[in-house]
């Protein structure tokens, strides 16, 4: 059984920002992540995810806030001396030198002693399925050998914790799910923190135990997975968490509740949501034969195991979207009825978070 290399390290980070000219890229961050913990920072591009990750590492400066690594204040430290190991998007092999040249590197700058350096390399290697391919030069490997020798570089360095970089981006989707599988199971079999900055919710969701969602450089949640799919804290979390995203509905007042505007009903909230955003996971919306939301359909979308529905609801139209398994092949422009969850999701459109929990348990539709 393998042994945590050297336990898992807290990191923590206190009201973080930093300034590109008048551009704000991190804005008051504060995040704390538990030693031995998958932590992913998630989000679009140019939201900051990047740049905090820079800041961990002490290869960028922040202009105001701290970091903390295993409860030490390494602000004003210099990489070398923050504990962590780097693996970069750009593997960054070095072209004429042998793969455990490559993964020793670090060793050798560093003056570790020969027998440190080769019982560190094999057990790397031994980890990372390397054993047979030592000796070869990176023009020799595949773009999924390549990543794991990225990672055996920073395996060697035994540091608490590993910060990755999109590691996965290069690779075809197939390579990816294997890696991230492979990711994770290195992660636990080491017991290291692993921060892993990515823009593609499927690696976060699959492989973290926390994600944070960064939106214009401030944290728009940060929670669990399930939670964050499950309880979107603003209009943004709600916008970019699942495939496709969630349906995103305005709201009217009746005398009995709060229909989706532009529509005769049924009542889908409380009167006193009249105001907020109704969101709708397109997979808990289904095809009724009974009373329901009329809509028409716009697409039929097949995907294999699952058809796509976007529909149009209300005047002016609103557009909801189904995941429904199987194949619907339904002609633009068909008239069906839909049926709603009983959990929905409401959200306020002044501030964009979310409403209260015990605003989001109403649908009188029949189930």
Known sequence: MDHPVNGGTELR????????????????????????????????????????????????????????????????????????????????????LSVAEN?????????????????????????????????????????GQQQRVALARAVVAEAPICLMDEPLSNLDAKLRTEMR??????????????????????????????????????????????????????????????TPAMSLLRLAPREDGAVIAGTNGPVVAPANAAHAILGVRPEEVSLTDGAGISAAVISAEYLGAETVLSCAVGTPAQVIQARLPGNHSLAAGTAVQLRLPRRLHLFDPATGRRLPETMQAFSPVDA
């Open 13 to 96: 980070l206190d009201r973080v920002s930093r300034w590109f000219g008048a551009t704000a890229a991190l804005r008051d961050v504060s995040l704390s992540c538990a030693g031995g913990r998958f932590f992913v920072l998630l989000g679009p591009s140019g939201c900051g995810k990047s740049t905090l990750l820079r800041v961990i590492a002490g290869l960028d400066t922040q202009h105001s806030g701290h970091v903390m690594i295993g409860g030490r204040d390494v602000t004003e430290l210099p990489p070398k001396d923050r504990g962590i190991a780097m693996v970069f998007q750009n593997y960054a092999l070095f072209p004429h």
């Open 103 to 143: 993964i020793v590197f670090g060793l050798r700058a560093r003056k570790v002693p020969r027998a440190e350096r080769d019982r560190r390399l094999l057990r790397a290697a031994e980890l990372l399925g390397l054993t047979q391919l030592l000796s070869r030069r990176p023009n020799q490997l595949s773009g």
């Open 181 to 242: 599988r492979e990711l994770r199971t290195l992660q636990r079999r080491l017991g290291i923190t692993m921060i892993y900055v990515t823009h593609d919710q499927a690696e976060a969701l699959s492989m973290a135990d926390q994600v944070v969602l960064l939106n214009e450089g401030r944290v728009e949640q940060d929670s669990p997975p399930a939670e964050l799919y499950a309880r979107p804290a603003s209009l943004f979390a709600a916008s970019f968490i699942g």
